[in-house]
């Protein structure tokens, strides 16, 4: 059997989709690619993945707990949340499987186009200032975060839990979010409450908050153990999967082909536009191919507000006839940059495949 956006060792394939990846990719979904003139995406265009089912969540007595190795254990109730100091950022998220059908043999999952991705406006509490509250004992080194849902993968019966090392709890931008784009989170996002670690691929982010836990030893469940991790063989323990990788997209310009998405584009001056990010760094420059990657040019990039949301950028493209493969290319700050193929970063999970969005296009005469 397959298993959500964490493929089982072995289970690496070629097409055809098979019915389990389709079913996945109705639940779940991509944002739009046209969405990206929004730098603030509208949350029901916003990428959704869920490995279970949304949990159903009984208000008059959630609270989220924090205890294990702690001083005082905190029971907080959403009142007891909001009451609390808020911040507000802008925060880029994607999946860790993003790219994933562009990987060849791919891992039978969530069949991932370049879509898991979308940038919105979080509010939240910080949690350094919860842990603080809560006061870490002297021996821990990770905190456990435990969602409300549950389910099967690879037969191992697991409610969606994820840790974070102390570094990485207490950077203040990783918050508590109770809503999202001036709203509660819908229930398919979290509700009421989700860790949001900017910078990081979606997985660590974990949705329908329960409890968190102070520890003492590395965490080694199944979401962070063994699934997320960059392997090329079954049998090795390969390497976690933690900051996103550069990646920029562009709105497809002109209009599609209803089956292929191949694009019509008017002859004449116009502007490519799109967004880029970088969990590592900032973006410190785009390029846009025309000719399927032979040559790049440029693009102009845009103010970035927030750190970890998303920075738009513009080129401009004089379409004569013809056709034509666009392609766009992200470098951050620290030098990373996106490969021309999908098969340089291939690994069986089909994680982390940032390769350059390529979309082909007929400019038609004048
Ligand atoms: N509790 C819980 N948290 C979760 C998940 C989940 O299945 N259960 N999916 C994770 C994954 S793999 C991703 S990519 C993001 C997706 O967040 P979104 O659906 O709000 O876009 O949530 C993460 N948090
Ligand atoms: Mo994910």
Request: aromatic share 8%.
């Amino acid at each position: 059997m397959s298993s959500l956006d964490t493929a089982e060792p072995g289970s690496a394939t070629t097409p055809p989709l098979t019915p389990e990846e389709l079913g996945l990719a109705t639940r779940n979904h991509g944002f739009l690619l046209e969405a990206l003139r929004y730098s603030v995406t509208p949350v029901g265009l916003h990428y959704l993945l869920t490995h279970y089912d949304v949990p159903q969540v009984d208000m008059s007595t959630w609270a989220l707990e924090i205890g294990g190795l702690v001083e005082r254990p905190l029971r907080l109730t959403m009142d007891d949340l909001r009451s609390r100091p808020s911040v507000t950022r802008a925060v880029t998220m994607e999946c860790a499987g993003n790219g994933r059908m562009n990987m060849s043999p791919r891992a039978i999952s969530q069949p991932w186009g370049v879509e898991a991705v979308g940038n919105a406006e979080w509010t939240g509490v910080r949690l350094s200032s919860l842990l603080e509250e809560a006061g870490l004992r002297d021996e821990v080194v990770e905190v456990l975060f435990t969602g409300l849902d549950k389910g099967v993968e690879n037969n191992v019966k697991q409610l969606y839990e994820r840790s974070l090392t102390l570094d990485e709890a207490f950077r203040e931008e990783v918050m508590l979010a109770y809503a999202v784009n001036g709203g509660p989170l819908p229930p398919q996002h979290g509700f009421p409450l989700r860790l949001l670690v900017p910078g990081w691929y979606g997985m660590t982010s974990v949705k329908w908050l329960a409890s968190i836990e102070a520890i003492d030893t590395p965490y080694d469940g199944y979401q962070q153990s063994y699934a997320y991790r960059l392997r090329q063989e079954a049998d090795e323990p390969g390497e976690a999967l933690n900051r996103m990788r550069p990646r920029s997209l562009m709105i497809p310009p002109g209009v599609p082909d209803f089956m292929t998405r191949h694009r019509s584009v008017p002859p004449g001056p116009t502007t490519l536009e799109g967004r880029a990010w970088s969990g590592f760094a900032p973006i410190a420059r785009v390029e846009v191919s025309t000719d399927g990657g032979e040559t790049w040019a440029d693009a102009e990039l845009g103010p970035q507000p927030d750190r970890y949301a998303w920075v738009g950028w513009t080129a401009p493209w004089d379409a004569k006839p013809g056709e034509y493969e666009l392609c766009v290319r992200a470098t951050d700050a620290d030098g990373n940059c996106q490969p021309l193929d999908a098969e340089a970063d291939w690994n069986l999970g089909g994680y982390a495949c940032n390769a350059v969005h390529r979309v082909t296009a007929t400019v038609d005469p004048a």
